[in-house]
């Protein structure tokens, strides 16, 4: 249902896209996740945005460097990613909140369903 897609291999100070496409009609209606997964760590929260898209969250490590988007007649979600640095090395994943609030609480991965398959982004030193 959701496929992320964009990543690839940059040095650092670079730039990614990252897409994510959505198959379901009701895309509009869930507020969507960016989450991302370092080797050998646990999966984390990167930033969320709410259903019409006027509101976002970031997770401190990126704020500031990257940017969430979403079009909802397009059913599609971006990630901007921007002054990339090697520890952004990851496998990036989006997701939809299962939870119809959109609030700071609400933003650790158990929260988020319909992962998909992920993107992997590698930022060379």
């Known amino acids: 249902q959701l496929q992320a897609s964009g990543g690839g291999l940059v040095q650092t100070g670079g730039s990614l896209r990252l897409s994510c496409a959505c198959s379901?009609?009701?895309?509009?209606?869930?507020?969507m996740g960016w989450f991302r997964q370092p080797p050998g760590k646990e999966r984390e929260f990167v930033a969320a945005?709410?259903?019409?898209?006027?509101?976002?969250y970031y997770a401190d490590s990126v704020k500031g460097r990257f940017t969430a988007s979403r079009d909802n007649n397009r059913r599609t979600l971006w990630l901007q990613l921007n002054s990339l640095k090697p520890e952004d090395t990851a496998v990036y994943y989006c997701?939809?909140?299962?939870?119809?609030?959109?609030?700071?609480?609400?933003?650790?991965?158990?929260?988020?369903?319909?992962w998909g398959q992920g993107t992997q982004v590698t930022v060379s030193s």
């Open positions: 945005i709410s259903r019409s898209g006027e509101s976002t």
């Open positions: 997701a939809l909140s299962r939870v119809p609030q959109f609030r700071s609480d609400y933003l650790a991965p158990t929260f988020f369903a319909n």
């Open positions: 379901s009609h009701s895309f509009y209606n869930y507020n």
